[in-house]
Nanobody, 123 residues
Framework: QVQLVESGGGLVQAGGSLRLSCAASLRGFNSYTMGWFRQAPGKEREFVAAIRRSGITTDYADSVKGRFTISRDVATNTVYLQMNSLKPEDTAAYYC????????????????WGQGTQVTVSS
């Protein structure tokens, strides 16, 4: 059974940092592109970041480039999202996802999703 479990969300002041984790129970973890998405109340889900199977190539939304860093640990099947210089507009539920595609920056290319973790940035 595939499970993606996010953790690390919380309340932080603007300018602060958080690190999200996603523990993945996936057979063949290295075969998946792993991504992070977010959804704010009343808004559509949007792509945040993805890391490809190689663990080297990454993709980021323009809104988070230079502030967020995605990484993966193949020893523990975990994906991380380090978020620095957080802004109130980063407030959203953040979701981890797994894709069998080699490149995936849209939600439709993802096969599995976690339940999400809430990030709230106060001004």
């Amino acid at each position: 059974q595939v499970q993606l479990v996010e953790s690390g969300g919380g309340l932080v002041q603007a300018g602060g940092s958080l690190r999200l984790s996603c523990a993945a129970s996936l057979r063949g973890f290295n075969s998946y592109t792993m991504g992070w998405f977010r959804q704010a109340p009343g808004k559509e889900r949007e792509f945040v970041a993805a890391i490809r199977r190689s663990g080297i190539t990454t993709d980021y939304a323009d809104s988070v480039k230079g502030r967020f860093t995605i990484s993966r640990d193949v020893a523990t099947n975990t994906v991380y999202l380090q978020m620095n210089s957080l802004k109130p507009e980063d407030t959203a539920a953040y979701y981890c996802a797994a894709s069998l595609m080699s490149q995936a920056t849209t939600g439709t290319r993802y096969n599995y999703w976690g339940q999400g973790t809430q990030v709230t940035v106060s001004s």
